[in-house]
C-alpha cells in the first residue's frame, strides 16, 4: 500500500493545488502550496500520486486519516457473512436431517447473514433434478417468515443452490415476538414454582400435624393403662396350695 505523502515529504514540484475549501487553485509551485497552508494552519497533502503534476489538496491531514478510518469501519460493518449450509451428500436425505439444516439457517438469519443452501445430487438423481429443487422451494417457504430470495437456485456441476437474505423487518418482527414468548414461558415457569412449594408447605404442615396427633393419643393411652388395676390371673395349683396352708 503506498504511503500518503505529506508536507515536506512531496518532493515533486510543480502540483496540482486544491484549496482547502475544494476550490482549484491549479498548477502551483510545491514551496508555494506549503507555505498556503502553512498560512492556514493545515497540511498540504498528495491524493494523486500517480498523474503529473501530481494532485495535491490543503485539508486537515489528522481530521483526513480519522474520516478515512470511520469510513472503513462502516464498510466493513454493513458487510454481510454469506453463511454456506448444504443439505447433505444426496438428494436421499432424512427430513429430521433437513429440518437441522432449515433451523441453522434460520439461526443464521436471525443474525443478520445471508446464507446459501447448497443441494447437491449423485449419480443418476441428476435426471431428477426436480426433485431437489422442490426441497429448495420447501425450505423458502419456511424460512419466508425472515427472509427473501436474493439468488434464485443456480446450478454449478451436481449441485444447486439458492441465497437468502434477511428481511430487516421480518427479523425484527420475529427477535421481538420470540422476546414475548420468552417472557411468558418464564412467567409460566415461576407461577408453576410457586405452586409446587405452596403444595410443598401445605403437605409438610400436615405431616407435622399428623405427628403431633399420635404423640397426643399415645399420651392418653399411657394414662389408661396406668391407671386401671392389673388384674391378676388366677392360678388353680397355687389357690389349692393356699387352702391347704390355711392361707
Not at 500518503?4 to 498548477?27: K, Y
Not at 466493513?76 to 454469506?82: F, K, M, R, S, V
Not at 433437513?98 to 447437491?120: D, E, P, S, Y
Request: hydrophobic share 35%; glycine share 6%.
Amino acid at each position: 500500500m503506498q504511503r500518503t505523502r505529506v508536507n515536506h515529504m512531496i518532493r515533486i514540484s510543480p502540483i496540482r493545488l486544491i484549496g482547502a475549501e475544494g476550490e482549484q487553485v491549479g498548477v502551483v509551485d510545491t514551496r508555494d502550496a506549503m507555505r498556503m497552508a502553512q498560512e492556514a494552519g493545515l497540511d498540504l497533502v498528495e491524493i494523486v500520486a500517480d498523474t503529473r503534476p501530481p494532485v495535491c489538496k490543503i485539508m486537515d491531514y489528522g481530521k483526513y486519516k480519522y474520516d478515512q478510518s470511520k469510513r472503513k469501519d462502516n464498510k466493513t460493518a454493513n458487510q454481510q457473512e454469506i453463511k454456506e449450509v448444504r443439505l447433505g451428500r444426496s438428494v436421499k436425505i432424512d427430513p429430521h436431517d433437513v429440518q437441522i439444516r432449515v433451523n441453522q439457517a434460520r439461526r443464521f438469519l436471525m443474525q443478520g447473514h445471508k446464507v446459501q443452501i447448497t443441494q447437491r445430487f449423485r449419480g443418476r438423481e441428476m435426471v431428477h433434478k426436480e426433485l431437489g429443487l422442490e426441497r429448495l422451494a420447501e425450505i423458502v417457504e419456511q424460512l419466508s417468515d425472515i427472509a427473501k430470495v436474493e439468488m434464485a437456485p443456480r446450478w454449478v456441476m451436481r449441485q444447486a443452490s439458492i441465497v437468502l437474505a434477511p428481511d430487516k423487518n421480518k427479523v425484527e418482527a420475529a427477535k421481538r415476538q420470540k422476546a414475548k414468548d420468552d417472557e411468558a414461558e418464564a412467567k409460566a415457569d415461576a407461577e408453576l414454582d410457586a405452586q409446587i412449594a405452596k403444595l410443598d408447605a401445605e403437605d409438610d404442615g400436615s405431616d407435622d400435624d399428623d405427628g403431633v396427633t399420635e404423640g397426643a393419643d399415645k399420651g392418653e393411652g399411657g394414662d389408661d393403662k396406668k391407671s386401671k388395676p392389673t388384674r391378676k390371673v388366677s392360678n388353680p395349683v397355687e389357690d389349692e396350695i393356699s387352702a391347704l396352708l390355711g392361707e
